[in-house]
């Protein structure tokens, strides 16, 4: 990856290379300690950096801005690779997994185990084993060790957009509030990054299945 950074005034003091690796945290973690790049990934830290070209300032511009090559530590497992996490809590939508630091990680009803079935009293997700002695039900309880294969990733850009354009169709009634209502100004906050998986194959669901 390359980027050219601006060196701001309070990082010039640093020496050289110390004040780039500093910008560039600033840059890809702003607010939390992990941060997903559009078709990139979940950047974690800042590996090395590979080059540094030559810094310019430019009229109007006390920063010196500086093109800089470097390698970042990126979490973006390749579709099909096995992994490990812990169920995070279940829904009518699937089983939500954790790595403990990546929870956007969904296994829906059609890829666990068959047959399967969700609990309402409980709130989890079960596997109906059928054995000799009739089925058995195996839950998928919460914190529970689960193995998983990756099948499908999807990145939503979550960039900033402009506000949303009112309609103009209708003018609004006298007396009528024109601001949006409390149910519409909630937006539900997407994933920008999430991971599909399955756990309908042999050895793959809880650790316990197969352990025992």
Request: hydrophobic share 40%; proline share 7%; aromatic share 10%.
């Amino acid at each position: 990856m390359f980027t050219c950074i601006p060196s701001i005034l309070h990082l010039a003091r640093t020496r050289g290379s110390v004040a780039l690796v500093c910008r560039l945290h600033l840059d890809f973690l702003p607010s939390s300690p992990l941060q997903v790049v559009y078709n990139v990934g979940l950047c974690i830290c800042l590996y090395d950096i590979t080059k540094l070209d030559d810094s310019y300032i430019f009229p109007g511009d006390g920063a010196a801005h500086t093109k800089v090559n470097f390698r970042y530590v990126v979490f973006h497992p390749f579709l099909d690779e096995i992994l490990v996490g812990k169920i995070k809590y279940c829904s009518q939508e699937g089983v939500h997994v954790t790595m403990g630091f990546f929870d956007d990680i969904l296994i829906p009803p059609e890829s666990l185990q068959q047959p399967a079935k969700f609990d309402e009293a409980e709130q989890v997700w079960l596997w109906e084993y059928e054995t000799d002695e009739g089925a058995h039900d195996l839950y998928m309880d919460q914190g529970e060790e689960i193995r998983f294969r990756v099948t499908d990733e999807v990145f939503i850009d979550t960039s900033p957009s402009g506000p949303a354009t009112a309609s103009t169709d209708a003018a609004a009634q006298p007396g009528q509030s024109t601001q949006p209502s409390a149910e519409e100004s909630v937006e539900k906050k997407e994933a920008p990054y999430t991971l599909i998986g399955t756990i309908c194959e042999p050895g793959l669901g809880l650790l316990s299945w197969w352990n025992s």
